[in-house]
């Protein structure tokens, strides 16, 4: 533990979403100072359709959101 999830909008290659977690995974290894062997990645992919309802739950309605985005989800469709 931790794990980590990355969600993002469809369309990236498999190559791009493992450099993705590789740089997360090596950030969170830096900033908290766990072991690699303990960290866990997962990619999850969404149109901006479904996007919109992901958004009010991971975001809009998520008590433990650290950082929130600037910009509005319909805004993607």
């Known amino acids: 533990m931790p794990h980590i999830t990355i969600k993002m909008l469809k369309g990236r ?8 977690a590789e740089k997360v995974k090596e950030a969170l290894i830096e900033a908290i100072g766990c072991t690699e062997n303990h960290v866990s990645v997962s990619v999850s992919d969404y ?10 739950k ?3 309605e998520n008590p433990d959101i650290v950082i929130t985005p600037d910009y509005k989800p ?4």
């Open 13 to 20: 290659t498999d190559e791009q979403k493992k450099l993705a």
């Open 58 to 60: 991971e975001i809009t």
């Open 47 to 56: 149109t901006p359709l479904e996007w919109q309802e992901q958004f009010k």
């Open 74 to 77: 319909e805004d993607l469709l």
